[in-house]
C-alpha cells in the first residue's frame, strides 16, 4: 500500500515541479535536468516513515551523553549508511553538568514553607487521555545546563523577564538585587542572558519560571487537552552565557577531541566568561505561584504582570517592603559537572566536479533533547532522515551531485551548541569554502511554515519553497505568505528563536528573519562566514523543553498524519540539491547590499538620538561600494561562463571576507560584522552588532573603532566582488 500511495504522488509533483518552474532560476543556466530530479526526489520523503523516525527516536528520554542519546546516534547513522552516505559516528569529550540533588524551598516572614520543589511534571492520567511518558524513571530533574552546585539563601526580587532594561528600571525604582535570589520569567531574551545581567548586579541565585502569560493557560487549553503548558511542566534549557561564546566551555575555537591534552583546556575554575557562578533552577508555574504570591513590596509595573491570578509585587528592597511580606528562597544544587563523551553523526556524497568537489554543502540538525524532545529536535531529525531517504534514492538511479554533501546530526546542542561548535572548530580549514550551511531544529510544531537567513540566501529559500506543495494546497510559498500576512493583520507575527534587533525591511516579500543565535547555524556563519538558513513549521507549541515534548503531543497537536514532516524533508533537500547542483552560487549580493546600507542608516538616527557624535562617512561609503557591487556582480551571474569556479570562488569569498578576525569587543569567537547575537539578547540577532553594542552602550569610542572595522570588511568583500563582475 505504501509503495502504491508513493508513486501516485509521482505525477503531481512532477506536473507542480514542471508548471511552477520560471524560464530561468537563478543558479542555474538551464533548469530542466535540475526540474526532474527535483520531482524524482520529492517523491521519496514518506510521511509515515518521518512518523516511525519520530517514535523511535523519541521512545526513550535521550539527554546528551546518556547511553539513550548513544542509541539515537546508532539510528541515525544506520539510516546514512542504509542511503549509501559515507558514515562515521564522531566523539567529542565536553563539559556537561548532570543534577544529582535539586531542592527549591521558599519561605514567608515567619518561617511557614510555602512551596518545596521542583514538583515533578504531571498531568492527571485520568483526564484527556493523560501521557503515557511522564513517569519514566529515567527522566532527570528539571535543570539549567551549566548552572554549578550551590547552596543559597536569600529574599527574593522579581525582575519580570531579567533583561537588561528590567534590572535598570529595578535600581531606577530603588531596589536592589545584590546578594538576592532574583526570579525571572522566561521569554524576551536567552536564559543564559539573564543570568549573566543577574550576576552582574550582584544576585546570589536565580530561578528562572515559565509564566502562564507566555505559553500556558492564558494562551489557550493546556495538555493534554490543549496544546500549551501545564501547570507542572518545566522549561529546562542552558544558562550558557552563549553571546561570549558555544560549544565546550574549556575550549573556545579548538575542538574537544577526545585526545586534546589538558593542557590546552580552560581550567573549570576558569570559566566566569562563559559559565554562571551563581547556582540556576528553571522552576514550573505551579511552584513559582506561592512564591510570587507572597511577594511584598511594591506593586510591579504593570507590564510586568504575568497571568497567575493575583497582583505581582517586586519582593525584597523595594520602598514599600515590610518585614512580613519577604519571601526567603533556600537553593540547594548539587551538580556532577564532569568531561563527558558525546557523538555527532556525519554522512558525506563526495562530489563530483574536480574545481568544486571541495566546496562543502553541510546540512544539519541536532539529535540530544532535555527528555523526549518530539518538537525539539526530533521533528527536525526525522524530517533529516526522510531527506537523506530521498538524496539515497537519487543515488540509485545515478545522480551524483558537484559539490560534496555533509549531512550533520549534532548532539549537545541543548547544552551550548556543543556538537555542532566542535566539529565546526575542528573543521575549519574546509568549512573556508564551504558554500552554505543548511539547519533545522524545531523542524515541525504545527503548520506554519518559517525561515531565517543571511540576506544573500533569503531568496533562495523563498524560491525552493514554490517549489514544494503544502499539504494545505498550493505551495508552501503560498502558505508561507498568506500565514504571515494573516499574522502581520493581527499583531501576531511570529518569532522564534527572538525577532532580529533593526531588521531591515527592504523587500516587498514574504519575511526571511536574520540569524541570530540558539541552534547550529550559529559557529558556521557568525565564527566562520559559512553562508546560512534555518527552517522550520511552527504552531502553537507551549511544552517546549518539559517532560510533555512527546511523541503523544506531537500526535495530537503538532503533525498528526506527518504530512509537515515530509513537507519539511522536500524544502530542505531542494535546498541541499539545488546549492550543490548550481552552476553559479545563488548568493543575492543586491539584497545582501541593500540590507547593510538600511542598517547603517537606521544605526546614524540612533546615534544621533543618543546625543553621540559618531563619522559614519567611511562606513557608509563603503556599504555603498559594498551595494554597487552586489548589483554589478547579480548581472554577471545571471550569465555566468561555461566553468563558473573562479566566479564561484570569487563569490564565496565575498562572505568569508565581512569577518573580522579580531572579533567583537568582550567577546572575540564572534567574528561576523553584520550578524551575531546581542550580548544581552542571545536569541535574537543584532545587525552590525559592533557598532549597534556601541551605541546602546553610549560608548562613542568603541562605537567609532568597530565602524572602521565595519567598514574594512565591505570594502574587503567588494573588491571581491568588483573584480569577479569584470
Known sequence: MNRLRTFSCLLPLAAIAASAQPPQVFGYRDFTQQAKWDSVFMAVPDAKLAGQHLKTLTSAPHWASSPEDYATAVYVADKFKAAGLQTEIVPYKVLLNKPVSILIEAFDANGKQLMSGPTPEHVDPKKHGGDPFQDDPR????????????????????????????????????????????????????????????????????????????DGYFRGDTYPK????????????????????????????????????????????????????????????????????????????????????????????????????????????????????????????????????????????????????????????AAMLETVHGLGDLLKQGWKPKRTIVIGSWDAEEEGLMGSTEWAEQHAKELNHAVAYFNTDVGVAGPDFGAAAVPSLKQFVREVTKEVPSPKGGTVYEQWKKTQEANERTGDASTRGGPSRFNAQVENDV??????????????????????????????????????????????????????????????????????????????????????????????????????????????????????????????????????????????????????????????????????????????????????EGIEAADASRAQTQLTSLADALNRSAAILESAAK
Open 139 to 214: 527522566i532527570l530533574p528539571a535543570f539549567n545546563g551549566s548552572s554549578p552546585s550551590g547552596d543559597v539563601t536569600g529574599e527574593v526580587v522579581y525582575a519580570n523577564y531579567g533583561e537588561l532594561a528590567d534590572f535598570k528600571k529595578l535600581a531606577e525604582m530603588g531596589i536592589s538585587v545584590k546578594d538576592k535570589i532574583v526570579l525571572v520569567r522566561y521569554g524576551a531574551n536567552f536564559r543564559g542572558v539573564k543570568v549573566y545581567i543577574a550576576q552582574q548586579y550582584g544576585a546570589k541565585g536565580v530561578l528562572i519560571y515559565s509564566d502562564p502569560a507566555d
Open 511 to 692: 519575511r526571511v528573519r536574520d540569524l541570530g543565535s540558539g541552534s547550529d547555524y550559529t559557529p558556521f556563519i557568525q565564527h566562520l562566514g559559512v553562508p546560512s538558513t534555518d527552517i522550520g513549521s511552527e504552531g502553537p507549541y507551549g511544552v517546549y523543553h518539559s517532560v510533555f515534548d512527546n511523541y503523544n503531543w506531537f500526535t495530537k497537536f503538532a503533525d498528526p498524519t506527518f504530512v509537515y514532516e515530509q513537507q519539511q524533508a522536500r524544502v530542505f533537500g531542494l535546498e541541499v540539491l539545488h546549492m550543490a547542483d548550481a552552476d553559479v552560487l545563488p548568493y543575492d549580493y543586491q539584497l545582501y547590499g541593500k540590507e547593510i546600507v538600511n542598517y547603517l542608516e537606521t544605526a546614524q538616527k540612533r546615534a544621533a538620538t543618543a546625543k553621540l557624535t559618531l563619522d559614519f562617512t567611511a562606513a557608509l561609503a563603503a556599504a555603498n561600494r559594498f551595494a554597487a557591487a552586489g548589483t554589478a556582480i547579480r548581472t554577471r551571474q545571471t550569465a555566468p561562463p561555461t566553468h563558473a569556479a573562479a566566479l564561484n570562488q570569487s563569490l564565496r569569498g565575498a562572505e568569508t571576507a565581512l569577518l573580522n578576525p579580531e572579533g567583537l569587543p568582550k567577546r572575540p569567537w564572534y567574528k561576523h560584522t553584520i550578524y551575531a547575537p546581542g550580548e544581552f539578547t542571545g536569541y535574537a540577532a543584532v545587525v552590525i552588532p559592533g557598532v549597534t
Open 226 to 381: 490543549g496544546p500549551f503548558r501545564p501547570d507542572s511542566a518545566v522549561q529546562r534549557g542552558s544558562v550558557q552565557f552563549l553571546p561570549i561564546y558555544p560549544g565546550d566551555p574549556e575550549t573556545p575555537g579548538i575542538a574537544s577531541t577526545p585526545d586534546l591534552p589538558d593542557s590546552q583546556r580552560i581550567p573549570a575554575d576558569k570559566l566566569q566568561n562563559n559559565q554562571p557562578s551563581i547556582p540556576v533552577n528553571p522552576l514550573s508555574y505551579k511552584d513559582a505561584a506561592p512564591i510570587l504570591k507572597c511577594l511584598g513590596g511594591a506593586e510591579s509595573p504593570r507590564n510586568w504582570q504575568g497571568a497567575l491570578p493575583f497582583t505581582y509585587h517586586l519582593g525584597a528592597g523595594g520602598p514599600a517592603n515590610a518585614s512580613t511580606s519577604k519571601v526567603t528562597v533556600h537553593m540547594h544544587l548539587e551538580q556532577d559537572t564532569a568531561l563527558r563523551t558525546i557523538w555527532d553523526v556525519i554522512g558525506k556524497i563526495p562530489g563530483t566536479d574536480p574545481a568544486q568537489k571541495d566546496d562543502w554543502i553541510v546540512a544539519g540538525n541536532h539529535r540530544d533533547a532535555w527528555v523526549y524532545g518530539a518538537v525539539d529536535p526530533n521533528s527536525g531529525t
